[in-house]
């Protein structure tokens, strides 16, 4: 397929190895893989703030980056970022353009799960992981089951796409999907809050005995990174980019 990379400004400026992890295995897997220039900020943390007239021309600026950009789908290996992007593009411009460029936009795990699945991996990774299962991408990419929901078959796209890399042991903290106390500008406006459970989450990834914790959201994997130095548990942060790209 034909690939256009989102890559948000937070991975852009603070984690470009998440970038270049995402482009190599794409590339792997036999994708052509393009980065249209001019991509900017899709807007997030000022609409979390009510400052929508604000976002409004820097996310019309990202969306503009892929409109008429021919490709098959548009990824982006950032579930916030890309939640952000799909509610913000449908709320500032109505046209047939943007709602071509809604339609292509899928998250890394979505698209290795549901549009282009890996068939084998060519090495395997000897490690026991902690997942991070970032409140964007369960409830709102559906990405996996919520723990609060009842009474439906469970899934989890995450731990599909990994489940067959061998040597990978996946195992997950305490209270699974609770929040890791990031959430954009919450983690600036109530920073004691948002430090208390970042604290928490960082500790129980760490009574797994897990070597990484694993999660698909750069900004909550940033959180937890600095909680884990502050703290100096004995694990480390990966993306699962990084991670797949190993096994490829």
């Given amino acids: ?73 548009i990824v982006c290996p950032a579930a916030s970022c890309l939640v952000a992007a799909k509610e913000n593009f449908h709320e500032f411009d109505g046209s047939q353009e943007a709602q071509e460029v809604i339609s292509k936009l899928y998250e890394l795990t979505e698209f290795l799960h549901d549009i282009a699945p890996i068939k084998a991996f060519a090495r395997p990774v000897a490690a026991k992981i902690s997942m991070q299962m970032s409140c ?31 040597g990978l042991e996946i195992v997950y903290p305490a209270r699974i999907d609770e929040c890791c106390g990031f959430g954009g ?41 600095g909680m884990i130095r502050r703290q100096k548990l004995p694990i480390e942060t990966r993306h699962i980019a990084q991670i797949i790209n190993d096994a490829l």
């Fill in 136 to 166: 964007h991408g369960i409830r709102m990419l559906n990405l996996a089951t919520p723990t609060e929901q009842m009474g439906k078959q469970r899934f989890n796209k995450v731990e599909a796409v990994l489940g067959n890399i061998t």
């Fill in 1 to 73: 397929m034909k690939i256009a990379l989102f890559i948000p400004c937070l991975v852009n400026q603070m984690m470009p190895e998440v970038a270049i992890a995402t482009l190599t295995l794409l590339e792997k897997l036999g994708h052509e893989v393009i980065f249209p220039k001019g991509q900017t900020c899709c807007g997030q943390p000022m609409t979390n703030s009510g400052c929508f007239d604000e976002a409004k021309n820097t996310t019309l600026k990202l969306l503009n980056a892929f409109k008429g950009v021919d490709c098959d789908a």
């Fill in 185 to 225: 500008t919450f983690a600036v406006d109530e920073g004691a809050v948002s430090a208390k459970m970042g604290k928490d989450k960082a500790q129980a990834h760490a009574a797994t005995g897990a070597k990484y914790v694993v999660g698909f959201d750069p900004s909550c994997l940033l959180h937890l990174d």
